[in-house]
């Protein structure tokens, strides 16, 4: 009985003994060659020596450490103290083992590392405006182009044609080294400058395009500035890259380039015919918009085209579609002649054939007209493009300074179309050119602290004269017991503009800016249009209702006040401009003067409510005075079927608008939102009173009341840590109305809805692979007497792939689906891009493989307030480019 | 008798040289402050194996917002930081209202989380990543084990080897190393209190007393020089805000 009982206390406990006290303590000292403790002593425990520290100690004073690991397992230890080696030792833990000894004998060892001095680099680093960020931090060595490094840059939005954007605010230029060659056309300079020089990138916020006025104008401006490496400074530098392939697919582009502190040379060239358009938006560079800039009247002066024959914008990369075979040379250069005078010219000169193909049918389902026209459309475009530029600025001293800038553009564009219309072959032959002279001069005086005075005088003269051409005759039902057979339309579309404009900024000492501006603009459009009717050759007819010979004239003397009012960071502007105009409209047979007087008045508020959030909200009223396209009064062909005709009297339109925006947080937070709401109503607006036939259509212009629009924005942008990813969500909604008058209804109202929503999901590893993948749907509807709707989807997923120093590849495919169409409506893009380095940065090679999925063809589905249609565009086809870059 | 003389003087200046004979670091960092006022601090780390001295430089004021004065009244002597890793004691040396203070503490157990698999290079040492919340903070360190000493800028220590690095998560407070140096020879010992030098040592809480008591004296004394025709419109004191917002025994 007593063993019975004695046995059961021995199981017991040994069962307790092996379930309790799972950890093991390992304890030791840690000495040196001599039998000296060594005190506090780093002790490590990981998993292995790669691995990461699981936990902790040190040796105490008396050399003594002890630690407590959990798990059993293969642990090993290591034990380092300054001015020793460090040793490892492996320990076994099980769960028998209390405790463990393992003492340590440390080898001293004399540290021999020299000094070491870094100088304190730092990514991102923020001064007042400033922002600049080391792009080495940021780029994987994949960057060819300016424009790709500013992809990299956190806060830039780069959308799918080059547009540049800090936030949702277009950059006003992008500098080099503090030189500015291109204004509002820094897409020649981005798409076209090689990314390898750029050290720093540097975002300007609150800019001011004019020094004297930073600090004194209230501005949100941004400007971006490129900061070379020191050994591309002052040497010419650049790059030559040749590429060939199937199918006579070329590319040859060079870059020739000298920054110095005195003056800078840029001089590019780019012959493609991969669909490349190097200019991005050559409007920019020749006549940019500038909006709340001072000094800026006439910008918002140019000539439209009235007639014009051109390809669609399409929501996809252009270049898919863009069968062209360009030229463009371009020379740039700033001198800093001496220290009072800056000297910029600009010149280019652009050649392109841009070929377009397209087939079309278009569905009108109206009350009583119903019909379906099929097109078969092959365009080709040449245009030859002669601009130069000369700036110069000089600074009588510190706070006065003479700014003048002369422009001229010469331009010459062939327009031709093979069309099939229902069967019946038509070609049809624009050409048009468009000559432009235009002279600023701008005098600025900073006369005190923060007051700046400017006089502004500009001069512009602008002409296109067009001739198009039509082979067929399609207008029988407009022009009975007419026997011709083609037609011409001739047109000459003239304007000068003369102005003069001074403008004082006072920015008080509480903060407060008070700015006044008086001026008077006078322009003067003509525009004489011919209609001609031939058979063969000869001019048969020029019927009456088709000549125009119209001088519109309009000069605006205005008065413009506009005061901020801040408490800390909450602001009030009050605007309120007022216009004297006297116009003058000259017709065939009639003239007519009229004064219009009107005050617009426009209140925002602008709250900083801290640092991370920040609410702009505005109201305005505004009345616009009609421009010589809206008055214009006898038919005009401007296409092969639509006739268009202005009022043939004075108009001003009224419109109120209402504009909010919150914006939480900024671009160095994790979670960053931008939402933005804009509502405004037109109260007079021009519509059109379409004749619809199958053959042709006749629109006059007319005016409207009342006209709703709203649209909501939201984008946001979070930043997930552990899987190293951003995240971008963007929402869209809005909803237009609009009213006009078809075959004589009634007053038709079109009420048109677009939602949309996507997000972008994109990876930030500092690894050999990156992924960026986004998706995005838009649905339409348009509802008018029917309801029409679809829904459309692209998704993409980017792959990069940087194998080692030399070699990368980069996948690109996307994938386009179009709701309401019932077959081949899902499309399949892939691009790949390779490169592998040679000598040393020297030389590369390339391999550039576009559309490889073959996708010839693409259709696209569109509703109108008529009815829809489908349109099928041809694309380029798979091309594979091998590359040579050479860089000096 | 003369060689017992030079015995003595032979083995008084052993232990003397043995005490100032030891290897030392001396490691630079720069301290970016954004609290309403953007400051740049310059500092210096020295360390040997058992102790340390974080001497802090004045502070360089980056920016100054328009419609204000700023008065600087932390003193033309810099302060310094002193971890004792046989007593385990933190001893800072500073100023208040022109006397000489010394500040003791215990040794701050700071509960740092290793973060495993973090890795990044600083000044050409692999570093590692830990997180702790130490005195209304969250701070993210990056430390190197191959300098085996549990140091650190101003009070943040207690990881397996030299913090580099250190920000906070509010983007407030922004230490790195900037030089790093290894020396041999004597180590001067730039007045390191010991427990004899207790003239003037207060604890913790009662130095944080002191200094807000300095701050509204200051401000009355600004107060009372006012000419006769100014008004005052608006008195605001503030909470004064530093690299601690938070003490251990506030609750």
Redesign the interface.
Known sequence: MKYLSLFLILISSLICSSISNAQTTVKGTINDTEGNT???????VKKDSL???IS?T?SD?EGKYNISIKKSGEYTL?F????YA?QNKIVIINEDTDEINVDIVLKGE??S?D??????E?PIRV??DTITFKSKYFTDGTEQTVEDLLRRIPGLQINSEGTIKVGNQEIEKLMVDGDDLFERGYKILSKNMPAYPIEEVEVLKNYSNNRLLKGVEESNKVALNLKLDEKSKRIWFGNIEAGHGNDGFYELKTNLMNFGKKNKYYFLTNFNSIGYDATGDINQLIRPMRYNEPASIGDNQQVRDLISLAPPQLNFKRRRTNFNNAELVSLNAIFNTTEKLKIKTLGFFNADETDFFQTNIQNVTLNDVNFTNTEDFQLKNRKLIGFGKLDFVYDFSKTEMLESTTKYNSGNFDDDSNLLFNGISTRQDLSHTNTLFDQKLSYSNKFKDKKVFLLTGRFIDEMTPQTHRLNQFFYEDLFPDQSADNVRQLSNNKMQYIGVNAHLLDRKAN?DLFEVQVGNELRRDRLQTSLELLEDDVVSNRPDGYQNQTSYTVNDLYLKSKYRYSINDFAIIGEANVHQLFNKLELENSSDNESPFFVNPRLSLDWKINDKNRIRSSYSHTTTNAKILDVYSEFVLTGFRPFTRGTGEFNQLDASSVTFNYELGNW?SRFFANTFLIYSKNHDFFSTNTFIDQNFTQSSKILIQDREFISINSKLDYYFKFISSNLKLDLSYSQSEFKNIVNDSELRQVESTTIGYGLELRSGFTGWFNYHLGTKWTSNEIQTTIQNSFTDNVSFLDLSFILNERFYIQVESERYEFGNINLDNVYYFADLEAQYKLKKDKWTLGLSGKNLFNTRQFRNFNISDIGSTTTTYRLLPKYVLLKVLYRF | MNKLLVLLLITLSNTYTQENIQNHTIVEYTLDLNLDIPISKNSQLTFTSAQSIYKEGKGDIKSIPDNTQVRDLSGTNPTFYFVNLKDRTLRMKTQLDGERIIVKENLPAIEWNIKPDSKREIMGFDCIEAEALFRGRLYTAWFSPDIPVPFGPWKLQGLPGLILEAYDKMDEVHFYATRLKYEQGSFKELNIPNENDDHNEITLKGYIELRQKDVEKQFAKLLAKLPRDSRVSNIKTSKYKGLELEYPWEN
């Open positions: 060594i005190a506090f002593s780093n002790v490590l691995s990461s520290i902790y040190y004073a290591v380092s103290s300054l001015g460090s004399s540290t590392l000094e070491v001095i870094v100088l304190a730092r001064q007042n903060d160095s």
